[in-house]
């Protein structure tokens, strides 16, 4: 049975490692657009941009070879009908979206690559002042990793309280204070109404604000355009797609979180050797900021908070849906525990 | 106190933080990691507070119960 893979990232690599450990010995050809061997992106907005350069790579360079998959990156693939398949992935990732008035600036950012992230990081080592464009995960941390190394910051976003996503509603201002504490300067429920010639940020309460550097975080699209699903691959659970033999994985399905790419791209490979799904885990979110890990387990979109902080938990129709931990990483297990329990057995 | 240490499987992600903080304690084999050698609690207890997705188990080895790292 020959395997294509299509993308390098996360997603892929988890998938090409689990169809090895489970015993497929026939072809496996992995194509990544990107000139690196699959490596880690959550650094990329931590380590990377405080200077230091740690091993990104999910595997030892020998790894592919080892395990005899034909690796080929710096190679993108620009349609299904050039791929010879019996099993085909789609792990494409997805791409920043860009603020068209920003566009083509040479001080402007996004953050998804290692280049990008290397290009930053010389931008912030030669700076005074960044301007984020977009309060979710990567603006805060690209924020945190920024004050923490002596540049302004200032984070902006349409929302009033953007903290609320990751913390879960109405616990947002936890980690809106920790911001604040640490020098980031918030211009919160504030929309980008221009950007004038010198790149000058004009918001709708008339704020000028002047960077030396602007990133634009303000999420991600699938890179699925070269797929018969331009806005993202409808998969189930295993990783099916519509198409019979086609799986696909990780954001390039819209769920940009790290654990679930690597569960989608195990769940995919566990799929198209015929084996059995391993048992469902509720979502795991993490995040590091301000020298604090921030752990999310379960979803609390739309929950009820119940109490918090030590630790935050929400419920929905009398069970908890999610914990949130803050430095707690021994919290993890017990909360994983709670999660779809009676209100009254948590309490 | 001695401890003891067990990997929960589907929990794993294998991310490999505990390869880095107790190398010859856990390494990364199939699509998840295992215990392949003995640790000092001080690398169970490392091991068990840097995985992302609590995964690594800790009992204390008298009692049998678990412990938190």
Not at chain 1, 17 to 43: F, Q, S, V
Not at chain 1, 85 to 99: C, E, K, S, W, Y
Not at chain 1, 148 to 171: C, E, H, W, Y
Request: proline letters at 7%; aromatic letters at 4%; charged letters at 20%.
């Amino acid at each position: 049975m020959r395997i294509v893979i299509v993308g390098a990232g996360l997603a892929a690599q988890r998938c090409a490692e689990a169809l090895r450990a489970n015993g497929h010995d026939g072809p496996i050809t992995m194509y990544g657009a990107e000139p690196h061997a699959p490596y880690d992106r959550p650094p990329l907005s931590k380590a990377i941009l405080a200077g230091e350069r740690p091993e990104l790579s999910l595997r030892p360079p020998i790894w592919h070879a080892d395990h005899d998959v034909d690796l080929r990156t710096d190679t993108r693939v620009t349609s299904l009908d050039d791929l010879a398949f019996d099993r085909l992935l789609i792990a494409t990732g997805a791409n920043p979206v860009m603020i068209p008035a920003l566009a083509g600036r040479e001080n402007v950012h996004v953050l998804r690559t290692l280049d990008d992230a290397l290009r930053l990081e010389t931008a912030l080592a030669g700076s005074g002042h960044i301007a984020i464009v977009g309060a979710g995960l990567i603006g805060q941390e690209v924020a945190s990793s920024a004050v923490a190394r002596g540049v302004k910051a200032t984070l902006i976003d349409a929302v009033a309280n953007p903290f609320d996503a990751l913390m879960g509603p109405g616990s947002g201002h936890h980690l809106r204070a920790l911001h604040e504490q640490a020098g980031v300067e918030l211009r919160l429920g504030r929309r980008l109404i221009g950007v004038r010639d010198d790149g000058t940020l004009h918001l709708d309460d008339d704020t000028l604000i002047r960077a030396d550097h602007i990133l634009v975080a303000v999420g991600v699209r699938p890179a699925t355009e070269w797929t018969p699903w331009p806005k993202g691959i409808p998969v189930d659970a295993e990783g099916r797609t519509p198409i019979p033999n086609v799986f696909a994985a990780g954001d390039a399905t819209g769920v940009a979180h790290w654990e679930a790419a690597s569960r989608q791209g195990t769940a995919a490979a566990r799929a198209m050797l015929g084996l059995p799904p391993r048992a469902e885990q509720p979502p795991l979110v993490w995040s590091d900021q301000h020298g604090l890990r921030i752990q999310v387990i379960g979803n609390p979109r739309g929950a009820t908070n119940l109490k918090g902080p030590g630790p935050f938990m929400y419920e929905r129709d009398g069970r908890i849906v999610a914990v949130v931990l803050m430095n707690d990483p021994g919290g993890l297990r017990e909360a994983r525990r709670l999660i779809d329990t009676p209100i009254r057995e948590a309490a | 106190m001695t401890l003891t240490v067990q990997i929960d499987d589907g929990a794993c992600l294998a991310h490999g933080d505990c390869v880095h903080a107790a190398p010859g304690v856990f390494e990364l084999t199939g699509d998840v990691a295992e215990v392949v050698g003995p640790g000092t609690d001080d690398q169970l207890r490392a091991a068990a507070r840097a995985c992302p997705a609590g995964a690594i188990i800790l009992f204390d080895a008298q009692t049998g119960e678990e412990v938190d790292p």
